[in-house]
């Protein structure tokens, strides 16, 4: 199977699944995310792990067509730069970021944005059968 291929069903499954569980679990998510930057091991294990993975992605598929391929490339360079932020901002700035992002009306909106993304990627994905 041809590994962009691969990826879109990965990832597009991977979306779909979690903005379904972001929209029926929101107000869960809430208090475990404000939870999340007080653990600093737990941030830092995060942080490596998004790192290493992002950057496999990157890897082995840097692809910069303007196709679901640099979709894929994108979620890599994404996830290398979370890690790094999560190991470069001070606690400080994280606190300030979970204020201002971690409401009901952003995972109502990013669970609504990775449903269709998944979609789309999943679409893209199985398309070539």
Avoid at 10 to 16: E, H, I, R, S, V
Avoid at 83 to 111: D, E, Q, T
Wanted: net charge positive; charged share 15%; aromatic share 14%.
């Amino acid at each position: 199977m041809d590994l962009s291929l691969f990826f879109a069903k990965l990832f597009g499954f991977y979306f779909l699944i979690v903005g379904i569980i972001v929209l029926l679990r929101r107000d869960e998510f809430i208090p475990a995310i404000r939870g999340f930057i007080k653990e600093q091991p737990l941030l830092i294990c995060v942080a490596f792990i998004e790192i290493i993975a992002g950057l496999a992605i990157l890897l082995t598929h840097h692809i910069l067509t303007p196709d679901f391929r640099m979709a894929i490339t994108l979620i890599g360079y994404w996830i290398v730069v979370e890690g790094i932020l999560y190991l470069l901002l001070s606690k400080k700035v994280m606190a300030k970021l979970i204020r201002v992002f971690n409401k009901p009306s952003m995972y109502v909106a990013s669970g609504i944005i990775c449903i269709v993304f998944g979609g789309w990627l999943l679409s893209q994905g199985f398309a070539a059968f």
